[in-house]
């Protein structure tokens, strides 16, 4: 099964730059509690703005304590410890091979990987960022209501370390 993790502000912003347009501790530890020792799904630009070296030059990094499947077009790209995959249909290819029915597979990102599979998903996680972010470059795509079920919402006002209110909602695919 394709879960997809993210978090959106008030109009779909995901990211700039290659990067969040926040800092909120409360959604990563969300987002590490809901994906450890599952299969996290990334395209390469996520995958690269995970880390970065000390002149600020992103370098990537794979998620410890989770199986990393990176998604890119460049044939030559490897990285060990993480399976690359080239296609959609290769990735679904390798998951109904790995993958239990039940199992969960998280995509995490970003603007384009979640267009690719936000009609195959099942189940949304979605952090609701309480903010509006106008210099946001990268989006997620519309949420259709008619197709979605919210059957989970939990809140967590704004705080010294978390500058915005959040919402924690899970989605279950109707049709
Ligand atoms: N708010 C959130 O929860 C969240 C989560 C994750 C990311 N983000 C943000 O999203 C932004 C990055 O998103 P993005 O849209 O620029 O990039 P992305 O979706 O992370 O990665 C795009 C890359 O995926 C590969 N790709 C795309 N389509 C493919 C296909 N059909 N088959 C194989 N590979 C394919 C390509 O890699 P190659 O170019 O190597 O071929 C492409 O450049 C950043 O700002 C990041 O911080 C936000």
């Known amino acids: 099964m394709i879960s997809i993790i993210v978090a959106i502000g008030k ?23 809901t994906t450890r020792g599952r299969t996290v799904i990334m395209g390469q630009k996520t995958f690269e703005s995970l880390a970065k070296d000390k002149d600020g030059k992103q370098v990537g990094k794979l998620l410890p304590n989770r199986r990393n499947i990176i998604l ?70 519309a949420i259709d209501k008619t197709k979605w079920q919210k059957i989970k919402s939990e809140k967590h006002p704004k705080d010294e370390s978390n500058k915005y209110d959040q919402e924690f909602a899970e989605y279950l695919r109707k049709i």
């Open 72 to 141: 890119t077009q460049d044939l030559s790209f490897k990285k060990e410890g993480a399976e690359v995959v080239y296609s959609i249909d290769e990735l679904m290819d390798l998951l109904e091979k790995t993958s239990g029915k039940d199992e969960e597979n998280f995509i995490i990102g970003g603007g384009m990987i979640y267009k690719l599979f936000i009609d195959k998903a099942d189940k949304l996680y979605i952090t609701h960022v309480n903010g509006e972010f106008p210099d946001a470059e990268v989006f997620f795509p």
């Open 11 to 33: 109009n779909n912003e995901l990211g700039k730059k290659n990067d969040l347009l926040w800092n909120l501790p409360t959604d990563m530890k969300h987002f590490r509690e």
